[in-house]
């Protein structure tokens, strides 16, 4: 018995492990994991509508048509969190392990246009062995949510 929820304790601490960012890292990337259980953790979901309006200008390309549900919420989450960090060039990167689609956004230094605050940033999906990549800008809301300029 004590070995059995011991085991159970090492899988939950895996499966957390897993699905967190490694903040830890020098580099200062995130990793964001969609799909299975990495839904569960999530401490900010994103809503369908929501992640195909942060993606609308990945989505009018032939890779991004071709990224199911959940390979667009991780997107937009990532997108979400890239634009959310205080400085330049921290790439945050997401990976759907049920499509194997991935991804990476990196964000650029932000401006301010009257009184709102934009940023540029750089997406790139990876769907197999094909990659594209998009340049966009997005200007905070004052609800605090981002909205992409297209």
Not at 34 to 62: H, Y
Not at 119 to 132: F, M, S
Request: neutral net charge; proline residues 4%; glycine residues 12%.
């Amino acid at each position: 018995m004590v070995g059995l929820r011991m085991a159970a304790a090492i899988a939950v601490t895996a499966l957390l492990t897993a699905c967190a960012g490694n903040d830890g890292d020098a580099s200062g990337d995130d990793i964001v994991v969609g799909g299975m259980l990495g839904n569960a953790f999530r401490s900010e979901p994103i809503q369908q509508g929501d992640a195909d309006v942060a993606l609308a200008d990945l989505l009018k390309t032939p890779l991004g048509r071709e990224m199911t549900e959940q390979d667009r919420r991780a997107a937009a989450l990532a997108w979400r969190q890239a634009l959310n960090k205080s400085g330049p060039g921290g790439r945050v990167a997401w990976r759907n392990r049920s499509s194997a689609a991935s991804g990476e956004v990196v964000p650029g230094t932000p401006y301010q246009v009257n009184s709102i605050v934009c940023r540029d940033y750089t997406h790139i999906v990876r769907i197999g062995e094909a990659e594209e990549a998009v340049r966009g800008s997005a200007c905070r809301q004052q609800d605090g949510n981002w909205r992409p300029i297209v």
